[in-house]
Structures are given as structure tokens and as C-alpha cells.
């Protein structure tokens, strides 16, 4: 195995096959891997020459044959693997390895791109499975530019075989992905995902890689792979050469060695002569073995968090408990509320969140895997799955972008086997509370033993000290007088004696007292003195944020107090410059959303919400919606007043009795299917939640089948498609005749940018809509009780 | 950096020869702000181009449009260029639209005056570099115009490698993503140019509110 060589001495991985495809003939704009089939002796010259060059390791010539190329998927990588040996055969070299290699698959998954994580990890599954059969040594999965991809890629592997499996991916001179992901975020979610070796390859030359090469090293502790291009790209003559000749890529190479890395190759340009000449240059380098490095990363698609160096704040509020408004937006699926909690945490300086969607009337589950696909689609923060729900917690870690952190195991010896596989399979930093089959201990010392025997058992699934992080739990000091003396001393135990990082939920210290916050912040200030890692707070809430920043400051982990400067210094200016007296409807007008719900709360002492709704809202939002109906006010005006009246309601619907309902009717929202653009139908959505529609937003790319069945299920008679593109008017045409004959009393409007009166009436939508105001005085029209 | 012009953000707004109120403006400067996080990518190649009638041959391509044969006549070859702002606006405008949707049209406008801008400068180095070699260039062309089918973004996926070498990828409706990018073809010919119009008084759409002039 090539494993047990890896680390111990120089592996020589092979260079550039697409160039020397090329340069015999394969026309530019070809898939390279029909030549499998079509110039079998080309290939095995080809892996020949790299092999006599002196690699260990040749790649089949099965990057892009995955399933969205090619209908013979099996039969291009069997050849290409069988190829591969024919070539080891012929020059002799037995003792070299035959990788499956696998690129990307050229689509950017969900939610970014419309490839669906699941269907990426089948593409990669059936690769897999024709490279096994093949008798391929490894797999190597290269030139990804996506750590999701990667991931989809890595788990494909992992499930369908049992060779060793290496990663580099394609960072530039930022040392950036495509895809904004980090070397710390992409080196900790691959080692979570426990592949062999990683590393870098394609993008950069050698030279330009030093830095990016440097970082890895820093941060992983597997062996590393470097397999550059032959410099950068130049265009000559309209052909794309390399600026590197043999000799002075090998000279490079000499410096990527001396890094410490395992494993030396090359790509775009290189040849079977630079891979010569490199191994010339290096071998006489000793080959030293790759360090453990006790960093503890958790991280999401482009950002990673290190726990353990300074305190971390872990936003809460992602959480139904006690809450009733987020328990009403978990129920009816309000993602657009989940979310902005999300992002007003991250604004108030969370650097990671806490994830809790359970109810008891809700399927957890699909909710946690909606919830945090969502998430990663506009929040940089990394995750903590919190969940016990053993099912909600695979969807998770399985579609989760990074290596996310999971709350919680806990001392009992089923939680702890049901757990830790999992973490074991996906990866992640996993809390473990200090409570067992008898409970919670009452003292320090017996919840450092349970801590301990966490640590332990883990270490049964290869699961690293580094990767947990232990609660030592805040008990309420209203029942139990010392519960905050034993988390505290808890704390300092385990970080003494285990070396282990900690989290504490700081606010339940408080239970059942008065003004829980000032007992909180208090609190939260002496744990993070007993060496709290992890704050998990309200970073929403003044006092809880006042005493974290005071804290890093007095402790030395704010640098010349640059954080509580910059925090600090401008409030008090901002409080002198308070707006005068307004009216709500001027706020609204304005778009003053911080006003809005100010002077919303106050008029609520004296005012039923209705009544506020009546008299002050509808006549705002008129002024403005008819201002911009004759040209006078602008889209982002509208939007801002829209938006404002928005936090107006929200207010109201707190202060509402649950059964009330504002609701003037239902109404259907889709971009048509194969349309991914969505901006127009946002627009519109505010608007009609505005004038008191209830929106079902169905989405980007929605299949007709979905509309006509959503429209049937929950009674709508209103439906708003949007498209932006002629091509996908087509489907809009289709999605409207589907419409009409499964459910005929059902009214359609359609806007986009493609469209107008003319194509409208083409399409048989019963209105067309030039703008978003338009469309709120058609549901008027329609839905007028 | 991406030089962009306040006017065109303004028209793609909607406010034709407006100027935005204060608050707006202030908004505007903010998302130019964060647009600064944008990594500008482009790719290119340069093909022989043969003409018959109204089908294009160049590369492994065939197109058949007249509009775009149009554009091309007399060139001799084909300069095919992508141009991206990178996942950057993508994200910025999902997060806008959850927390402020007047941002989200603002950073939408942003993005395609950017977008337009950049590929602007990469255009004229083109132009630069053609007239070195005594060429003239066409004004850039793209897919989806007019007669020339979308469906042909596929064949610039191909040819110029965009998922590996620019990030950019095609959906199943062969929209691009990242949303920012732009592909074109630019035709390079020894004639002297009769100096095409630009790209707004070529189009037949002549009711579009974004129309200038």
C-alpha cells in the first residue's frame, strides 16, 4: 500500500497528462478520456515515459469521466485503469501505483449552482465503483476548487472502497479556492473527513506556491502532496504555454521539498522530463515525516475558527426554546427569519453558531438539513450542530460545507456509541457534557472523570483529544447554591488536567432569578477568567457582549484593546446624534428600520395592532407604492420602506394573540424551473408580505409539478412565476398550462425581465405584471374577499 | 480595481438620469465596499473563424446565427473571452436579500455595471493587442443574443476550460454561475472597422427601460 510509504519516503507523483494528450494530437475542446478507447498505445506511452521518468505513482487517465460527460462512464475508466497497468507491465515497474483519478465535476453544487450535494456524491460513487473493479491502488481526487465538492467527492470514495485516498486542491497566490475557501478550512474538513494525504495542485507554479505549501504544512499534520503546473500561463501564437523549463521547475521543486512535504509532482505543462529532473534534484533531500499539530479548527466553506487560542463567542440564538416567534417560523417554515437571526448574530460578533431546530411537532431532521444548507448559503460563520437527534445529526454533518461542531455527546455509554461514528465518519469538534448514566455529578472532581472517560472512549474511534471540548455545565444557582463554584473549578480542572478545551451555555447559571443578565454577565466573565474556550452567549444581548469584550481586554486577548477600542469609542457618538421626534409613517417613508420599530413598540402602549396597521402602516406603504407607480420613487426606496414596514410588523406579530391572523390571503412564489435567478421575485415577495399576503416562497428552479401540487394542497388562488431568461419563459409557458388544467380557478401573474404584455398573452398567463407594485394591485384585484 | 461608473449603477437602478437621494448614495458607497472582496477573473482564446453564409466554424464549434454572422463578416478570426467578478456578489446579494433588500438590487446593479466595466478593460487590451498585429475588432458578441442560442454557452464551457481556469460553471438552463460573468466573442478582422453602434442601438428590444441613449 502506498500508504505504508507515505511520510517515510519521497513519493513521485507523475506530471501533466492533458499536455502531453495535446502535443499528440487530442484537438483542444476534446474530452481527453475517449482517447482511452481511441488511442489505447498513446496512454500507455504516455504513463510509460512517467514512469521510467522514475514516479511511483501514474493517474489513469479518468479525470472528467464522470456521468455528466460520458453514458460509458465504466467502460472509459476500466480502460483507462487497465491502461495504467499495461504501461507499469511494459516498463517493468511493478511496484508502482495506478491512481483513479478524479477531477470535478465542472458544476457548482447546491446552493451556489444547481447540482445537488447528493447527486455529485453518486456522479463520484460510480467512478469510484469502475475504478475498484478496475484494480486501481488509490484514488486521487485533484484540482478541486470547491471544499464541497471535494467533500461529495472524498465520502463517494470512501463508501464505495477501502484504497487510500489523497486530495489536492487548487488554491491561487491568495492562497484562496475558487470557491473562497481557506487552506485552514479546506486542511480541517479533509483531515475530519480522514483521507490519506492532501495537498495542492494545478493554478500556480511552483514558486508561486511556496507560501500556500508553507500554510498547509503549518496546519496539517498528514502527508503533503505538491504537484504544480510548469510555471504560469503564457499565450504564444494563441496556444497557452508554461514560463518553466525542466531545470528551473526542478530547482523549485527543491524548495517545495525542503518544506517538509511527502509528495512531489507535477501538472498543466510538466513532462516526463521535468519529473526527471525534479527527482534528480530532491532525492538526496531527506524525506522527513509530516508533524501533529494540536490545533483545534472548526470551519465553514471560507472561514475556520481555532478554539483553544483565544475564547470564542458561540451564538445561541438559533434555538426554539422559549421562544415563540422562532418556534412559529420553525412551524411554517419561515427560513427568511431563521436566517436573519443567523446574521444579526454574526453582525454582533458571533464566531460560531449554534444550530437547534427541534420541536416536537416538527421532523427535525429534514428541518436540520434545510436549515443548515440555507445557512451556508449566506453566513461565512462555522456551525454547531446541536441536536440529539441522532438522524438530524447525520443530514448535517453529511451536507455540511467545512467541519462543523456538534453539541453534543454526552458520558453515557449509548450516546457515546451512537455519536462517535459518526463524528468518526464526517468529522468535527464535538462537545461532550459531563453527565452520565447517574447523572449530573454534583462535584468537580467526578465531572472531570466523566470528561476523561469522553476523551477515552473517543480516542477508541480515532477521534482526537483535539476534537473535543468539554461542558462542564452551568447549573442554576437558584436551585443549587454552588452551581456555579463547581462549573468554574470544573473548567479549571479540565483545562489543567485533561488539556482540554471547554463551552459552557453561560445563561442557565440564572435560572429562575430576576434580571438573569446581570448574573450571566458576571458569570460569563469568571468562567472565561477559569479558561473558558467557548462562550456560547446571546452576542445580541449588551451586558453578555460588554463583559466579553471587557474580558479579552483584561486578559490580554485583545491586543492593545484594539477590539474593545473599536467597539467602544464610537457609541457614545452615535447616542448624541439620535434622530428627533417622527412620525411611523415618515420612518417608513425614510426606510429608518431601527426607528421604525422603536416608535412600532412605543405606539403599542397605546394602540391595538390593528390599529397601527390601519392607520399608520397601508397609508405609508401607499405613499411609497404609488410614489413609485408614477416614477417619482426608486426601487431601492421602495425596497428600504418596504424592508422598514417589515420590522414593523414583526413587532406587531409578537405582540399578537396566535391566532390572529393578518392574512389577506395566500399567494405562490416560483422562479420557473431552469431560471435561477431571483432577485425579481424577492422583490415582490416583500411587497405582498407588506400589504398582508401571506407568501409561499417556493424558491429558485421549481418544477411545475410542485406549483400545481402546492397551489392544490394549501388552497392558493394566486400564483406569481418569474423568469428572467427567453429560455425559461418555455417553462413558464408549461407551468401555467399545468396550472390551468389541474387546478383551472387558479389565477396566474407573470413578471421578469424577458417578459411583456405581448409574450404574456402568448403564454396564456391570465395578467402580466411590469413591476412588483403591479403585482400587488393584481392580488388585490384577486383576492378581494 | 474595477472602474465603474456611478451612471450606469443609477440606470440599471432605474433611475434614468436621476441622481439618488442621500440615503441611497450613502447605501451605494457601502456595497462598493463590500463588492471590493470581488476576485476578477477572465480566460480567453484566440481561433481561426470560417464563414459560410450564416454558420460559424471555429475550434471544435459550429454556430448558426445570422445576427451573430452579422457581427462577424469578413473577420478571419475569433477571439472567445469569459470574464467573471468570482462567487463574491453571489453570496453578498443571497445574505442582502435575507437582511436588506434594497441592498440586494443595489449590489445586483453594482455587479453588472463591474462586471460590464471589466470585461470592458480586457476587452480593449484585445482591441490593443489585435491592432498590433494589424487587426481591427468587432464589438463583442455574445450568446443569447439575438439569434445566437444560448445553448452555446456549452461550447464556451468546453473550449475555454471556465469551471477549472475562471470558476465559472453552467446550470441545467445554461445560466452561468457565478451570476456575474460574461462571455464573448470578438471578431478580429484586417478590414477597417465601419464602426458598429454599440450594444443598445443594435438591440431590437426598444421598449427596455435600461435602453440608452
Not at chain 2, 455574445?142 to 453552467?170: E, N
Request: proline share 4%.
Amino acid at each position: 500500500m502506498i500508504t505504508d510509504r507515505l511520510g517515510k519516503e519521497w513519493i513521485y507523483f507523475d506530471g501533466g497528462l492533458g499536455t502531453m494528450l495535446q502535443e499528440r494530437g487530442l484537438p483542444g475542446g476534446e474530452y481527453p478520456e475517449t482517447w482511452n478507447l481511441t488511442h489505447p498505445e498513446e496512454l500507455i506511452a504516455i504513463h510509460k515515459a512517467y514512469l521510467e521518468a522514475g514516479c511511483h505513482v501514474i493517474n489513469a487517465n479518468t479525470f472528467g469521466a464522470n456521468g455528466l460527460k460520458f453514458d460509458n462512464v465504466e467502460e472509459i475508466i476500466t480502460a483507462g485503469i487497465q491502461l495504467a497497468k499495461e504501461a507499469k507491465k511494459q516498463a517493468g515497474c511493478m511496484d508502482a501505483y495506478v491512481a483513479l483519478d478524479i477531477g470535478p465535476t465542472g458544476k457548482l453544487l447546491e446552493p451556489m449552482g444547481d447540482l445537488p450535494f447528493e447527486k455529485a456524491v453518486s456522479y463520484f460513487s460510480q467512478m469510484v465503483k469502475a475504478g475498484v473493479k478496475a484494480g486501481a491502488d488509490l484514488i486521487l481526487i485533484e484540482t478541486m476548487s470547491d471544499t464541497y465538492e471535494a467533500k461529495a467527492a472524498v465520502l463517494a470514495a470512501k463508501e464505495n472502497s477501502s484504497l487510500p485516498v489523497i486530495v489536492t486542491m487548487i488554491f491561487d497566490e491568495n492562497q484562496r479556492l475558487l470557491t473562497g475557501g481557506s487552506v485552514e478550512s479546506a486542511v480541517a474538513m479533509l483531515e475530519g473527513l480522514r483521507v490519506d494525504a492532501l495537498g495542492i495542485n494545478c493554478g500556480l507554479g511552483p514558486e508561486q506556491m511556496l507560501p500556500v505549501v508553507k500554510r498547509i504544512r503549518e496546519v496539517s499534520s498528514l502527508p503533503i502532496i505538491v504537484n504544480p503546473n510548469a510555471g504560469l500561463p503564457v499565450q504564444l501564437n494563441g496556444k497557452t504555454v508554461y514560463d518553466l523549463k525542466a531545470d528551473d521547475f526542478a530547482q523549485a521543486m527543491v524548495k517545495i521539498a525542503q518544506i517538509g512535504v511527502q509528495g512531489l509532482g507535477g501538472c498543466c505543462g510538466t513532462t516526463p522530463e521535468y519529473i526527471q529532473k525534479m527527482i534528480e534534484a530532491v532525492k538526496d533531500i531527506p524525506c522527513q515525516p509530516n508533524t501533529m499539530k494540536e490545533q483545534t479548527w472548526v470551519t465553514s466553506y471560507a472561514s475556520a475558527v481555532q478554539i483553544g487560542k483565544k475564547a470564542v463567542v458561540i451564538g445561541e440564538r438559533i434555538n426554539p426554546t422559549g421562544k415563540k416567534r422562532f418556534q412559529q417560523a420553525l412551524r411554517n417554515k419561515e427560513f427568511d427569519y431563521i436566517l436573519s437571526q443567523a446574521l444579526e448574530q454574526e453582525e454582533a460578533g458571533a464566531q460560531i453558531l449554534d444550530v437547534n431546530v427541534g420541536l416536537p411537532d416538527v421532523d427535525e431532521a429534514e428541518m436540520m438539513k434545510e436549515t443548515v444548507v440555507r445557512l451556508q448559503n449566506v453566513c461565512a460563520l462555522p456551525l454547531q450542530i446541536d441536536t440529539g437527534n441522532l438522524e438530524a445529526l447525520e443530514n448535517a454533518l453529511r451536507l455540511y460545507n467545512g467541519k462543523p461542531m456538534v453539541n453534543s455527546v454526552n458520558g453515557k455509554l449509548d450516546s457515546m456509541e451512537s455519536v462517535f461514528p459518526l463524528i468518526q465518519k464526517y468529522g468535527a469538534v464535538v462537545v461532550g457534557l459531563c453527565l452520565d448514566e447517574s447523572g449530573i455529578p454534583s462535584t468537580s472532581k467526578k465531572r472531570l472523570a466523566i470528561a476523561q472517560k469522553i476523551v477515552q472512549k473517543a480516542q477508541e474511534y480515532g477521534i482526537q483529544k483535539k476534537d473535543i471540548v468539554i461542558d462542564g455545565l452551568a447549573m442554576t444557582i437558584s436551585s443549587q447554591p454552588d452551581g456555579a463554584l463547581v462549573t468554574l473549578d470544573t473548567l479549571q480542572k479540565v483545562k489543567e488536567e485533561l488539556n482540554v478545551s471547554t463551552i459552557l451555555g453561560v445563561s442557565n447559571i440564572s435560572f429562575g432569578l430576576p434580571q438573569r443578565e446581570i448574573i450571566n454577565s458576571y458569570f460569563l466573565s469568571m468562567a472565561l477568567q477559569s479558561g473558558l474556550s467557548c462562550a456560547m452567549i446571546n452576542p445580541n444581548n449588551e451586558m453578555m457582549k460588554k463583559a466579553f469584550d471587557a474580558s479579552m481586554a483584561l486578559m490580554n486577548q485583545d491586543a492593545q484593546c484594539m477590539h474593545y477600542i473599536s467597539n467602544y469609542s464610537k457609541q457614545v457618538e452615535e447616542k448624541k446624534s439620535e434622530n428627533p421626534e417622527v412620525s411611523l409613517s415618515f420612518a417608513i417613508q425614510k426606510g429608518m428600520q431601527d426607528r421604525v420599530k422603536e416608535i412600532t413598540t412605543s405606539l403599542l402602549e397605546t394602540k391595538a395592532p390593528l390599529e397601527i396597521i390601519d392607520e399608520e402602516l397601508i397609508p405609508a406603504l401607499d405613499l411609497v407604492g404609488k410614489g413609485f407607480e408614477q416614477g417619482t420613487v426608486f426601487l431601492p426606496q421602495l425596497l428600504m420602506s418596504a424592508e422598514s414596514a417589515k420590522a414593523s410588523f414583526e413587532v406587531l406579530k409578537e405582540k399578537m394573540a396566535q391566532n390572529q391572523s393578518l392574512s389577506k390571503g395566500k399567494i405562490i412564489l416560483a422562479t420557473v424551473q431552469g431560471d435561477i435567478h431571483d432577485i425579481g421575485k424577492n422583490i415582490v415577495k416583500v411587497l405582498l408580505e407588506n400589504y398582508g399576503y401571506e407568501v409561499l416562497d417556493l424558491g429558485k428552479d421549481v418544477a411545475p409539478e410542485v406549483i400545481v401540487q402546492t397551489a392544490i394542497s394549501e388552497e392558493v388562488k394566486l400564483v406569481g412565476l418569474s423568469a428572467l431568461m427567453t429560455t425559461t419563459v418555455k417553462s413558464m409557458e408549461e407551468t401555467i398550462e399545468l396550472l390551468h388544467k389541474e387546478k383551472p380557478d387558479t389565477f396566474v401573474v407573470v413578471g421578469g425581465a424577458v417578459l411583456n404584455q405581448e409574450y404574456a398573452d402568448q403564454i396564456h398567463a391570465d395578467h402580466y405584471a411590469k413591476d412588483a407594485m403591479a403585482t400587488v394591485r393584481y392580488a388585490e384585484q384577486i383576492l378581494k374577499q | 480595481m474595477i472602474q465603474v461608473n456611478e451612471k450606469e449603477v443609477y440606470r440599471y437602478l432605474g433611475y434614468r438620469n436621476q441622481t439618488p437621494d442621500a440615503s441611497i448614495l450613502e447605501q451605494i458607497q457601502s456595497c462598493m465596499e463590500q463588492m471590493q472582496q470581488c476576485t476578477p477573473k477572465f480566460v480567453m482564446k484566440e481561433f481561426d473563424l470560417k464563414q459560410c453564409g450564416e454558420d460559424l466554424y471555429f475550434s471544435s464549434v459550429h454556430i448558426h446565427s445570422k445576427d451573430l454572422s452579422k457581427n462577424l463578416k469578413g473577420c478571419e478570426k475569433i477571439v472567445c473571452l469569459a470574464t467573471t467578478l468570482g462567487i463574491v456578489p453571489d453570496r453578498l446579494i443571497a445574505r442582502a436579500n435575507i437582511q436588506n433588500k434594497a441592498q440586494s438590487v443595489i449590489l445586483q446593479a453594482l455587479g453588472c455595471a463591474m462586471i460590464e466595466a471589466y470585461t470592458d478593460q480586457i476587452n480593449e487590451q484585445i482591441k490593443i493587442d489585435a491592432r498590433q498585429r494589424g487587426y481591427c475588432c468587432r464589438p463583442r458578441y455574445s450568446c443569447g443574443y439575438g439569434d445566437c442560442a444560448l445553448a452555446h454557452q456549452r461550447d464556451f464551457i468546453r473550449i475555454l476550460d471556465m469551471p477549472k481556469t475562471i470558476g465559472v460553471t453552467l446550470t441545467q438552463g445554461d445560466l452561468m454561475v457565478p451570476y456575474k460573468s460574461v462571455t464573448a466573442m470578438i471578431g478580429l478582422t484586417r478590414e477597417a472597422n465601419q464602426d458598429l453602434a454599440g450594444s443598445c442601438q443594435q438591440c431590437e428590444k426598444t421598449d427596455c427601460m435600461y435602453r440608452k441613449g
